[in-house]
């Protein structure tokens, strides 16, 4: 069966290319995606009245354990910084690999999901609880800890790089959207029970990390989850136009590359001879290529001749 362009394996430099021109949208989209400091601090003190009203405010108890305990907030300042970076790569190369029929759906979910994160980045910028006023309760672990790892008092950049980040940037969470879609990935493309538990408990354990470290809100994380339902929705489409955009630019040089080969071939190519695919060859009569089939009596009007 010929390979199409749902079936096909893509190419790893394309790939490659791809993933690099997105992220790199995706990471200066960020930077100018700030929005005002007063709004961001509005919308997260907005957002954490709505989870104190409806008794969601995990964030509290989880990041006093966090402060208190250094076994659990160190690890968990690592984790932040490093597994978003980390593992999400490591599913893609691993389904590019393993997985190649499922890699490109895959892979659009995500850079759909994550183009949709930017828009929420954009709409509605929003300060994370440790940067909110001290009386709201919040310690910023990563701060607290910096002295162990390379990061300094700005999120999870390396020390003298904050400025290149934009600490307003949570609503929605990728940490928790990239995190359940790797989950995902394992889950169903993985083959032993390693690889379904490590998907359980990715996202699970990122979700502890983000509000423990006071980085995000549990609406946050659920926002997270709902921008990569509604990317996995909008995958399917958005692959259906990038396919129409791709042939509707490969026709024009098909037909040109095509125009040249047919008038090639037309003028007997550089020789002058004429294009016959026999090359003089013949058979005589009642003589049969190899491995050719007789005609039905059914098929013929004569009667074949007695042999």
Known sequence: MPHTATNRRPRWWTELLLIAVVYAAYSGGRLLAR?????????????????????????????????????????????YATLHYLVTPAVLVWLFRRRPLHYRAARTWLMVSTLLG?????????CPPRLLDAGHGFVDTMAQFSAYGWWGGEASAPRGLGGMTNQYAAMPS?????????GVMLWRYGRTPLPRALGVAHPLLTVVVVMGTANHYFLDAVAGCAVMGLGLVLARPATRGADRLRNRLRGPVLERFGGRVGRRFAGGGTTGASPVVSGGCETSAGERIPGQRARSASADDTPAPAR
């Open 35 to 79: 929005g005002d400091v007063t709004t961001a601090v509005g919308h997260g003190l907005a957002i954490l009245r709505l989870e104190e009203l409806l008794h969601l405010d995990a964030e509290h108890p989880l990041n006093r354990l966090f402060t208190g305990t250094p076994a659990l907030g160190i690890p968990a300042d690592f984790a």
């Open 118 to 126: 930017l828009v929420g980045f954009t709409l509605m910028p929003t």
């Open 174 to 182: 990728l940490h928790v959207g990239w995190a359940l879609w790797c």
